[in-house]
């Protein structure tokens, strides 16, 4: 692989990580106790929201970019694989729901003591919401046997009608255990990694525009919106996303690629924080647009610069914390 795209991936990673933050600053139950789509703030962040649909699903096909790029069908390399993943995804999964639990329990919020509901919660990663993405992406790999096989084969019309079948089954922004969204996005992660070259062409600036404009007019005008245009709007996302990465510049590259292994800390840390934040201000003034739209954008900033400042401390003072939290990810 390219610096080049080793670099772009990294950046996108950080970017989705931002998107993910403001997703979750969507405000309205907060100030409204209801969604307003029919004010000016619920267009704003329903749009906005939209757009941001594609954070996940690009995690996942990175996930599977690289997952795919081993077979781990060899004597021993399964094991090896999860003794790995062991370390990179299940120890940060329970110790951030930990976390998550302690910060219920201080606030009063979870009052629940038997075994099994606990255990429940944690597969479910009540205590740290976003973590979802975690818990289904160590489901997929250990299941990678009964599947994986597809991969190996040289003829990839199995691999094209399996792909088929999971955009069919898709369900847009599905959290659930065995996520479809996660489910074609890991999958066409994998794909890619016999098409490594497509990643890095670049198409042309104005088709790249005329794209860019449709998707942000899909997200925010709706027209005719349905599951089939709700699927297409985005794969199209991500799409112009990738294509808009080669764009940054120098500047803006070599201040986002040191901060970008920080990216997994701040996703794991972010819920609570803005949480308060929204809850806070809309205490103070309820039904209010102004403050509404401005916490929605204002809030996820204060969030990224708490916790890139945190985690650059513990990068210097406590790295070898920071190593274990976030599963080598520094």
């Known amino acids: 692989m390219s610096r080049d795209l080793s670099d772009r991936i990294k950046i996108a990673s950080f970017l989705c990580t931002i998107m993910v933050i403001l997703r979750h600053s969507l405000n309205h139950v907060a100030f409204w106790g209801e969604w307003r789509g029919d004010l000016l703030a619920g267009v704003v962040e329903g749009g906005f929201s939209t757009t941001t649909e594609i954070a996940v699903p690009y995690f996942f096909l990175v996930s599977g970019f690289f997952f795919f790029k081993h077979s781990y069908y060899g004597e021993g390399k399964y094991w090896t694989m999860l003794k790995k993943k062991g370390y990179t995804l299940f120890i940060p999964y329970l110790i951030w729901n930990v976390i998550g639990l302690i910060e219920q329990i201080v606030a009063g919020q979870y009052h629940k003591t038997e075994l099994h509901d606990i255990l429940y919660d944690l597969i479910l990663s009540e205590w740290n919401g976003p973590l979802w993405y975690v818990r289904t992406l160590m489901i997929f790999m250990l299941l990678v046997p009964f599947y994986g096989w597809i991969y190996n084969l040289k003829n990839k019309m199995v691999l094209v009608v399996t792909l088929l079948v999971a955009f069919y089954t898709w369900r ?58 709700h699927k297409v709007n985005t794969l199209l996302g991500i799409f112009v996303f990738w294509q808009l990465l080669p764009l940054c510049s120098d500047r803006l590259k070599s201040i986002i690629l040191p901060l970008s292994s920080l990216s997994f800390f701040v996703y ?47 990068r210097r003072y406590i790295p070898n914390v920071l190593n274990i939290v976030t599963g080598g990810r520094i």
């Not at 809309?282 to 900033?301: C, D, G, H, Q, T």
Request: aromatic letters at 16%.
């Open 172 to 229: 847009t922004v599905d959290c659930s255990i065995l996520s479809t969204e996660g489910i074609i996005f890991f999958l066409f992660g994998g794909l890619f990694c016999y098409y490594e070259k497509y990643l890095e062409h670049k198409i042309n600036i104005k088709l790249l525009a005329a794209l860019f404009a449709l998707w942000i007019i899909i997200s925010f005008v709706r027209p005719c919106w349905s599951i089939g245009l």
């Open 268 to 314: 794991v840390n972010h819920v609570y924080p803005l949480k308060a934040i929204k809850l806070t201000i809309a205490s103070l003034y309820p039904k209010n647009e102004v403050a509404a739209l401005a916490v929605y954008f204002i809030a996820p900033i204060i969030v990224l610069i708490i916790f890139l400042f945190i985690g650059n401390l513990m």
